[in-house]
Antibody, heavy 114, light 109 residues
Framework: QEQLVESGGGVVQPGRSLRLSCVAS????????MHWVRQAPGKGLEWVAL????????YYADSVKGRFTISRDNSKNTLYLQMDSLRADDTAVYYC???????WGQGTLVTVSS | QAVVTQEPSLTVSPGGTVTLTCGSS?????????PYWFQQKPGQAPRTLIY???SRHSWTPARFSGSLLGGKAALTLSGAQPEDEAEYYC?????????FGGGTKLTVL
């Protein structure tokens, strides 16, 4: 059974950094691209970033470009999202999802507040 | 970055049919945007209903179907059930980045 488990969320001050992790199991992680998607409280879904299976391609939403970095370690079946220069409007539940978007984690909450 | 538009809200009667649409600020939506449709209920992660315009997953009820209609992606629900009341999101690919629509709140009443 495919499973994605996010971690690393929490409360952080504006301007600081945070790194999210997503551990995958139940499928061949190295064969799939991976997405990060977020959802601010009471708001809609926002696509954040995509990394190809071999790390050769990375894409970002304009709202996070230059501040967030997506990466992965295929030896650890783990996806990462390094979030720098955090702002209040980055407050959201962050989901990881397998390319094809047929498997999603349950999300981790990031709150940016002073 | 493109803007993807959906109806903010729609209402359908039980047993009725409703079509949700998904437009792009860059022009007509085509199969090359690989349209996805997701259902999300309160407190839950999104669940994919339709991918690549009109393909269903094994868990997608047959009453949901996807298509291209008038330059937009469309999700049609035929024979609405009370459990279909939810938020529905479309997602389009722009040859690298992806963009979600703002979501449609579907009420079954």
């Amino acid at each position: 059974q495919e499973q994605l488990v996010e971690s690393g969320g929490g409360v952080v001050q504006p301007g600081r950094s945070l790194r999210l992790s997503c551990v995958a199991s139940g499928f061949t992680f190295r064969s799939y691209g991976m997405h990060w998607v977020r959802q601010a409280p009471g708001k809609g879904l926002e696509w954040v970033a995509l990394i190809s299976n071999d790390r050769s391609e990375k894409y970002y939403a304009d709202s996070v470009k230059g501040r967030f970095t997506i990466s992965r370690d295929n030896s650890k079946n783990t996806l990462y999202l390094q979030m720098d220069s955090l702002r209040a409007d980055d407050t959201a539940v962050y989901y990881c999802a397998k390319d094809g978007l047929d498997s999603w984690g349950q999300g981790t909450l990031v709150t940016v507040s002073s | 970055q493109a803007v993807v538009t959906q109806e903010p809200s729609l209402t359908v009667s039980p047993g009725g049919t409703v079509t949700l649409t998904c437009g792009s600020s860059t022009g007509a939506v085509t199969s090359g945007h690989y349209p996805y449709w997701f259902q999300q209920k309160p407190g839950q992660a999104p669940r994919t209903l339709i991918y690549d315009t009109n393909s269903r997953h094994s868990w997608t009820p047959a009453r949901f179907s996807g298509s291209l209609l008038g330059g937009k992606a469309a999700l049609t629900l035929s024979g609405a059930q009370p459990e279909d009341e939810a938020e529905y999101y479309c997602l389009l690919s722009y040859r690298g980045p992806w963009v979600f629509g703002g979501g449609t709140k579907l009420t079954v009443l």
